[in-house]
């Protein structure tokens, strides 16, 4: 559709005689036609921002002021403690790091491997292999399985008792874990679930960057010898960089949030704190737990926020490594 | 003129669908009329938790036959304590969300007193003409300091132990439960005869877990001791201070070395395969712990359990009240029903259903009740079991936290299950209980 963007009306042999007060009507349809071109496109976008106010923004300033009281369903009043809740979180509150020790120690166990095997899964799928299709659908598949289903499989896999991995083990006369036990046990098998449902995911961006790499460039560095390792180093990493500054920042955000999984490997009563020494519980399992369990919903806003402050300098971190790939090439 | 016309209809669309999204987001209103008819009834709805729910049912389709202006539905059958009680803070705290009869449990009551004002005073609808319908202690208990009646209550967990009559028999012990009461006077003789059941049965444990065990012992302990746990009545944390906590973990601690922990975490997924695989011969049992057994162990196992004496003195575990917010629209009719659901027949229809032990001293004297069998536990006369306890009950008060604390101190006895030193994990009980309930 084609429309008049300065006039209010084409002229046409329909044109009315220039009466004054066809005159004055015209004026009028010409400054509502003006504030609806200035304004209408703000209306359009104005129920996303509503939405975001009411979900996004409403709770964000709402958790910067409940983190500055004791606010708290066992407390008939609220009281403002300024800082109090960050003082004790930053220095008296030993659970609070165990969280985000663990929190790390499973972030960098699971997006290494993950972002590394999704770049080799993506370089395979795209030469010409057969049943191509096949492959790339496959590996989608773990991203359309739920969260929670994956978590139950995998934990029933990692069972002590009538385990597959346990099974696995005895087979070949190694003794069997309790996975939940150890601290670095628990983090290998809830990295394992994370890597297995996200490798297809980035896999398949890196695909997509990947083809979309011009075909001249391995052409060319064919012609003058390169190996397809060469190739693969020399020019698919360097052009895929802002692909892969992009999945590592949103790893970062996905690892540092990291929940259902972890809560999901043990069932039952207690399942929020994480093992029975908190092995493996994250940053946001301890929010739900000093919310949930210890109602102290005030504290919980500054755990929150610690979140918050720890994912935007870790993405940042990130993002400047990232920046340094074949930068200089 | 017609391009500008059109565009702006569609700016009042968008700014109509604006104004449909901000109402939506307001909450509806139910403008059904006060009282309900038949044509019109109103629904009241019912909060419980727990897995096999508060045994209801019957009671339900008979109140409604009986008030044709009112429905109920129950929500939360299926749902753990804890899921349940954060939901319940939560929508106490907003003043919107809750039921119209909301189910305490005896961890959590105590959270709710800071709150009376958001839950109605049944003493407003009649519920002290009520008192001698309840023992005493639990009557008590559903009172907060201030005075309010916070909640009618409904079942007691008072204690016994449940054991697999087959797995006995197999380890060459006696399997008859006055022979098999005979066993264990104490605890320390329970954890005995649990080592000859180890000698000779290398393939089963004889407790299913640690945190089980010492919860039973805990407040039985308690309850014939300080009648207090991990908090003072002035809700004061004293769990390094009460001999009756350390002489429970003692005692668990001493479970475990002696290797009878089938260490498994309770109302977990390996937990409730233990019942169908029948992994353990023994379980800690309050009145509610039977409902659990018969509906994870199935069929299957039905005359295989039977049920003795715990080892010791009488105590309690567990047991709920049934209170209204003051967020229910029918508040008069919901308290109607929790009177209802909490009279003595009430409670005698919920220990059918599912083997809630009623609080009610009538209800325990109840034909019903004091002569019940339970055909799933080999017939075992579990009214006379458990009524025999509840009487002589003194009650254990629980502070605030007590859930947090719990779970806290039940952790570090999953770790010594996993190996680590009892010593150690004591002191980690302290820290992480204190940390808990701060």
Redesign the interface.
């Known amino acids: 559709m084609s429309l008049p963007i300065d006039t209010a009306a084409p002229p046409g042999p329909s044109r009315p005689p220039a009466t004054p007060a066809a005159h004055r009507r015209r004026q009028t349809g010409r400054t509502l036609n003006r504030l609806d071109l200035r304004y209408t496109p703000y209306v359009f976008v104005l129920p996303f921002f509503v939405i975001f106010a009411i979900f996004g923004v409403y709770p964000i300033v709402y958790t910067f002021w409940i983190a500055l009281t004791d606010r708290s369903p066992l407390n008939a009043t609220i009281s403002f403690v300024g800082l109090d809740n960050f003082v004790e979180l930053l220095t008296n509150d030993p659970q609070f790091w165990n969280a985000v020790t663990n929190t790390f120690g499973m972030f960098v166990l699971s997006t290494v491997p993950q972002l590394l095997l999704a770049l080799l899964l993506a370089n395979a799928l795209n030469r010409r292999i057969r049943g191509q299709m096949f492959f790339r659908l496959a590996i989608a598949m773990p991203i359309i399985t739920s969260t929670a289903v994956v978590a139950l499989i995998f934990s029933m896999i990692y069972a002590r008792e009538f385990g597959l991995v346990n099974w696995l083990l005895d087979l070949v006369g190694i003794d069997p874990i309790d996975w939940r036990a150890g601290r670095f046990a628990s983090w290998f098998a809830i990295s394992t679930m994370v890597d297995w449902r996200w490798i297809g995911y980035n896999a398949l961006i890196y695909l997509a960057a990947m083809q979309s790499i011009n075909k001249d460039v391995y052409e060319a560095a064919a012609l003058d010898g390169a190996s397809r390792r060469r190739q693969f180093w020399s020019i698919t990493i360097p052009q895929l960089r802002p692909t892969i500054i992009f999945t590592l920042i949103i790893s970062t955000i996905g690892g540092l949030q990291l929940f259902t999984e972890p809560l999901m490997f043990t069932s039952g009563a207690g399942a929020i704190a994480g093992g029975s020494e908190g092995q493996f519980q994250t940053i946001t399992m301890y929010l739900l737990d000093v919310m949930n369990q210890r109602f102290r919903w005030g504290y919980a806003g500054a755990v929150a926020l610690m979140l918050f402050l720890l994912i935007a300098v870790f993405s940042f971190i990130n993002y400047l490594l990232a920046r340094r790939i074949s930068s200089d090439k | 003129?017609t391009?500008?016309i059109r565009?702006?209809r569609?700016?009042a669309i968008?700014?109509a669908?604006?104004a449909v999204?901000?109402a939506a987001?307001a909450c509806s209103s139910d403008d059904s009329p006060e009282g309900g008819t038949a044509d019109d009834p109103i629904t009241l709805v019912v909060d419980v938790f727990g897995d096999q729910g508060f045994g209801y049912e019957e009671l339900y389709k008979q109140y409604q036959a009986e008030h044709p202006n009112i429905k109920i539905t129950e929500r939360g059958k299926g749902l753990?304590l804890?899921d349940y009680n954060?939901r319940l803070?939560q929508q106490?705290?907003a003043g919107a969300g809750a039921g119209d009869v909301v189910a305490l449990e005896e961890g959590t009551i105590v959270?709710f007193f800071?709150?009376t004002a958001k839950f109605e005073n049944l003493a407003d609808y009649g519920a002290n003409d009520l008192k001698d319908n309840f023992l005493p202690w639990k009557w008590e208990a559903g009172v907060t300091p201030d005075g309010t009646v916070l909640g009618l209550g409904t079942d007691v967990g008072s204690m016994a132990l449940c054991y697999r009559t087959d797995l006995f028999k197999a380890a060459g012990l006696p399997t008859d439960r006055e022979e098999v009461s005979a066993l264990w006077p104490t605890w320390d003789d329970f954890i005995a005869t649990g080592q000859k059941f180890a000698a000779a049965d290398k393939k089963h444990k004889f407790v299913d877990s640690a945190?089980n065990f010492y919860n039973i012992v805990l407040m039985q302990t308690a309850s014939n001791g300080s009648g207090q746990t991990y908090y003072d009545k002035s809700n004061k944390l004293i769990i390094g201070d009460n001999p009756d906590v350390k002489t429970a973990y003692d005692l668990s601690t001493k479970m475990i070395a002696a290797g009878l922990s089938n260490?498994l975490?309770?109302?977990?997924?390996?937990?409730n395969a233990g019942f169908k695989n029948g992994?353990f011969a023994t379980i800690g049992c309050p009145a509610w712990m039977t409902g659990v057994i018969k509906g994870q162990a199935g069929d299957g196992a039905a005359g295989k359990w039977d049920i003795a004496k715990v080892p010791g003195a009488a105590g309690n575990w567990g047991g709920s009240w049934l209170a209204v917010p003051k967020s229910s629209k029918h508040p008069k009719e919901a308290a109607d029903l929790a009177k209802f659901l909490t009279s003595t027949k009430g409670q005698v229809e919920a220990f059918k259903a599912v083997g809630n032990l009623p609080s009610s001293p009538q209800g325990l004297e109840d034909p019903a009740v004091a002569g019940a069998t339970n055909e799933y536990f080999s017939g075992a006369p579990t009214g006379k079991i458990y009524a025999a306890g509840a009487k002589e009950l003194k009650p254990v008060y629980l502070g605030?936290?007590n859930?947090?604390v719990r779970?806290?101190v039940?952790?570090?006895l999953?770790?010594v299950?996993?190996?680590?030193p009892a010593a150690e994990q004591w002191q980690?009980a302290l820290k992480?209980g204190e940390?808990?309930?701060?």
């Open positions: 003129m391009v500008p565009r702006r569609l700016a968008a700014l669908s604006v999204l901000v987001t753990g804890g954060t803070t106490i705290t959270q800071p709150q945190t260490n975490q309770s109302f977990s997924n390996e937990w992994s605030p936290k859930n947090a779970t806290a039940e952790n570090t999953r770790a299950e996993q190996g680590k980690a992480n940390a808990a309930g701060k």
